[in-house]
Structure formats: C-alpha cells, structure tokens
C-alpha cells in the first residue's frame, strides 16, 4: 500500500484525525447537547466502553502511517476526561504529526492545565464561545455559566503559548445572529481567529431546521459592512473555514458553511468516537466498530492499518452536498458522540 495514494472513491486522501474522547459534557448547549434529550437519566457511556489511552494512540498511529497530519482531540468536553495531558504525550509522540490541537468550552481550561497541555506536545487549541453578553451565551449552554470564565480559559491557553487559538461561533438565527459584530469586533487585532459556523443538523435531538441557518454569505456582508473583509488562499487542501482577511491588517477570520456551501469534495476527515467507532463523515448514520479490532490481541498494528485503510477506501460520503428533507431526518450520531 502506497501512504501518498490513499484516496476514497471520491479522491480524496485522509489528512485529518478528530478523537473523542468522552461523550460527556458540562454544558447543555440547544445545538449539540439540548437537556430535553440529555437530562439526568441520559445514559452515558460506562468506563469500560470507553478506549483508553493506549488504544486511541494505536488508532492514531495507523491513522499517521496512512496520511494523517492533524490530530484533534474532541468531546464531549475533553477536558472532563482523566489527566488527558497523557494522551496528548503519546499523540505528539508519533512521527508525522504536525498539527496536534484540542476543542474545548475552556470551562476546566485552567492556567496549570494550560501549561501542562503545552508541555505534553499540545499545539493550540479552539474554544467555543457562542456569544459575548451573559445572558445569550447562558441562555445557549443552559448551565448559567459566564462568558468571563471562557475568556479567563482563552487568555490561559494564550499565556500558555497554546496558539493562534481559534473561537467557534455557532450561528442560529433568532438566537445569537446580534452577537456577529461584537465577536468580530472583540477579537479584531488580538490574533484569536473566530470562525463562524452556520448551524448544522448533526444527530437528532436538537431540532434541527433550515429556516434557523443564517447563510454563510448575511454573515459576511454582516462583518464587511463594519469591518471591510476580503478573501484569503486556504492554507492547505481541504481546510473548511473559507478564509477571510481584516483589509485593514487587523487578522482574519473563517466562515464554516456545511449547509449552505457544502465542502464535501474537499473533505479529508476521519473521526474516531470515545466508544471506538470509526465514521467518515460528521452526518454519519453509522460507523465502524474499532474497539472490537484494536481489543482483539491477534491483530497486529500492520493489520490494523490496512483494515483502517480499507475503509477508506470505500468511503463515498457527500452528505452536504446531497441534503435534503429526506437525509435531514435520518437518525445520525449526535455531535457530542462524534466531536465536531
């Protein structure tokens, strides 16, 4: 098997790696978590179920002989997970691995666990912050937790040297839309990369409508009324934040449009759940089963790395490009199962 030839059926090679690794989370955000579905008697994943460590590292590490550059390790909230700085060793540990990055809420990102991430071998991380005034960004992670914690968190990873660091904004309409020019705002000069991302129908259970997308395109014509935007080159293939330059040197920022201007062709991710299923696209109705290879002592990393691969080699996902009222409603795995 070539490494530099490994494509799907699409042509398109695996270049990038997202790990959950809990299903759990602190947060009840309407669009990912929403606490109807995700109450006191949700059942989360037991221990047991869970891929340790070592396990997640032999995945990644056929993941790296095969193609893979990026490494990012989801949730969930990742950093509810146990001393996660070991995974992060054993990650960074592999040759090849150029990027290795962490998506967070920031809410147990604090200056010691900053310092011990960056020591580990972390690169940067990206921090979801859906809005900057408390009671829209409470009413979104429905835990009455503050904006000034997320920035304290953001400003440990920065004092960390965990950079540049990027902001997920998550847009839905009629909810956070007013809070796109005080994020651009905010950040402008400081470095921080915000993406702003329409809000996609991932899983089931939060309710998913087209009419709650704001476009991709209002988004831009938001921000380059206030502050003049132009386009920039992607800086790799596949990168899926179209990115967009400050004219007046003051940064950039990304805009992620799943729903609106689909990106599948171009798409270069794998992702690896918490339970140890594989699945090849965010939209996924289902994956493949891992943690059941990987906990069979016969099979060696070489036989590993050539079932990862051919599966790959199947793959022919395009789910954006394809949605419709049909595919909408199909029961897909929910982002805090898959990572985002």
Known sequence: MSVGNLQDKLG??????????TDRCN????????????GPRHAFLPRRDLLSYEEIARVARAFVELGVTKLRITGGEPLIRHELEHLVANLAALPGVDDLSLTTNASRLTRDKARILKSAGLTRVTISLDALDDRTFMAINDVDF???????????????GLAPIKVNMVIKRGVNEHSIIPMARFFHGTGHIVRFIEYMDVGHSNGWRLDDV?????????INSELPIEPADPNYRGEVAKRWRYQDGGGEIG?????????CHECARA????????????????????????RDARLSDTELRHHVASIWQRRADRYSQIRTEHTVSLPKIEMSYIGG
């Open 12 to 21: 398109r090679p695996v270049r990038d790696l997202r790990i959950s690794v």
């Open 146 to 160: 503050p904006v000034s914690k997320v920035l304290a968190g953001l400003e440990n990873a920065e004092a960390a």
């Open 27 to 38: 947060f009840r955000c309407v669009y990912c978590m929403p606490r109807q579905q995700f």
């Open 214 to 222: 704001l476009p991709a395109t209002d988004v831009v014509a938001q």
């Open 271 to 294: 992702r690896l759940s918490a339970k140890g299923t594989l699945y090849t696209c965010l939209f996924a109705t289902d994956g493949h089963d891992l943690r059941r290879q990987i």
């Open 255 to 263: 805009i992620i449009s799943s729903v609106t201007q689909p990106f």
